[in-house]
């Protein structure tokens, strides 16, 4: 029988399989502080811990993150992994530190069914989901990895955005598990405004998540009607701006922020054009009047390029037009830094490079 991998559960996952062994629940907090808290691998490391109960342990459980195929780190100090997930597919992750925050973006599936035109993954396809073991072992190793590298007992990462490879509410009973493991004070202690799950719209798992574990949320909008977002990304088909921007303004509800992040990725000549930044601030009027105060911000994405797409990057100029128009309606825009350029890591891009 295989070994049972113990980041594959949240708390009360791990307080059931410990009720298994025939454990006090108690048990699984301790051993999840050694996990998650400590990166512990080693069962006779945990010495608060029975013998006979890490003996047991031993002959059924491992902690184990996924493979690591290669490891960059930039000079600005983000930190690229790319991780092997078999059939010589990967998945990555990045570290971006700031003055105020460690942020580690995470992928939630090997490719992507979406197939946004604009998205590397999207052009790969879809491979298989992630198990809830892969999806928070990205943070697993990179917190322990970058604790080790930085020479720190301290918390390293306090943001998580899951905006790596994959439709993440495409792989919702996977994630939840991960998110709860994020979330919680014996786990990694993040706050729900610092761990944010991106999707492309994906309407009824917006509102299964607004129920379960409300995240920070940001929706990828790129276009300003459905005849372009039809184009751009496909899942628009199903889900229709109209009924997006419903379950967006109803996740307000639940939401530990109390704005929604719009991002919009700039392609040349494509969606970047001041009639469509006029045509977005109509769009998101109506909710804006029933909402008090700012209920969502636009982060403008620069493009970033590869040939299969024959899409190309917005000038610098434009963009700066475009966030102009919208911050002039009222609408808090900002435009993302490309961070990582030297080792090519900004989310979604790596997995396909060399
Ligand atoms: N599937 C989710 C999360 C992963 S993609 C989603 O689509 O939201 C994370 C972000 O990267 C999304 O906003 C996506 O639109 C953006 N993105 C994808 N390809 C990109 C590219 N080539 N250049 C810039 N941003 C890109
Ligand atoms: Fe999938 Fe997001 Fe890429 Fe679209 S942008 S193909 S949803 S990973």
């Known amino acids: 029988m295989d070994a049972v991998?113990?980041?594959?559960f949240?708390?009360?996952g791990l307080a059931a399989f410990c009720e298994r062994l025939g454990e006090k629940r108690f048990r699984a907090t301790q051993l999840f502080?050694?996990?998650?808290?400590?990166?512990?691998?080693d069962f006779d490391e945990m010495s608060d811990l029975a013998k006979s109960l890490r003996a047991k342990l031993a002959g059924t459980a491992e902690i184990r993150a996924l493979p690591v195929i290669s490891e960059h780190i930039s000079a600005d100090g983000t930190v690229k992994w790319l991780f092997d997930v078999g059939d010589g597919n990967a998945v990555e992750s990045v570290f971006i530190p700031e003055d105020d925050r460690g942020t580690l973006c995470v992928s939630s599936q090997a490719g992507c069914a979406v197939g946004c035109r604009f998205c590397s993954t999207g052009h790969q396809g879809f491979t298989r989901n992630l198990s809830t073991a892969e999806i928070v072992g990205q943070l697993w190793f990179a917190e322990h990895f970058l604790r080790r590298h930085l020479k720190t007992d301290e918390r390293v990462i306090s943001n998580v955005v899951?905006?790596?490879?994959?439709?993440p509410l495409q792989n919702y009973d996977r994630l939840l598990p991960a998110l709860r493991t994020m979330l919680h004070d014996h786990g990694y202690g993040l706050s729900r405004r610092r761990v944010t799950v991106s999707t492309s719209g994906v309407v009824p798992m917006i509102e299964r998540l607004a129920r379960d574990c409300p995240v920070a949320l940001a929706v990828s909008l790129h276009a300003p009607n459905d005849a372009l977002r039809d184009q751009l990304v496909p899942l628009n088909r199903k889900y229709p701006l109209a009924e997006l921007l419903d379950a967006c303004e109803r996740y307000l509800e639940h939401a530990p922020r109390d704005f929604?992040?719009?991002?919009?990725?700039?392609?040349?000549?494509?969606?970047?054009?001041?009639?469509?930044a006029r045509e977005l601030i109509e769009?998101?009027?109506p909710y804006r009047s029933k909402a008090s105060g700012v209920w969502c911000?636009?982060?403008?994405?620069?493009f970033n390029p590869f040939p299969a797409s024959g899409l190309h990057r917005s000038d610098a100029a434009t963009v700066q037009a475009f966030a102009r128009l919208l911050n002039e309606a009222g609408l808090v825009t900002t435009v993302r830094k490309t961070r990582g350029d030297d080792i090519d890591a900004a989310c979604g891009q790596l997995a396909n490079q060399d």
Do not use: S
């Not at 502080?33 to 691998?41: C, E, L, S, V």
């Not at 899951?162 to 439709?167: F, L, P, Q, S, V």
């Not at 929604?260 to 469509?276: K, R, S």
């Open 33 to 41: 502080r050694w996990i998650h808290q400590r990166g512990a691998t």
């Open 297 to 302: 911000k636009f982060n403008l994405i620069p």
């Open 260 to 276: 929604i992040t719009f991002e919009y990725c700039m392609l040349d000549g494509v969606n970047d054009q001041p009639e469509h």
């Open 283 to 285: 769009l998101v009027r």
């Open 5 to 8: 991998n113990l980041l594959d």
């Open 162 to 167: 899951m905006m790596g490879m994959g439709e």
């Open 10 to 12: 949240d708390l009360d």
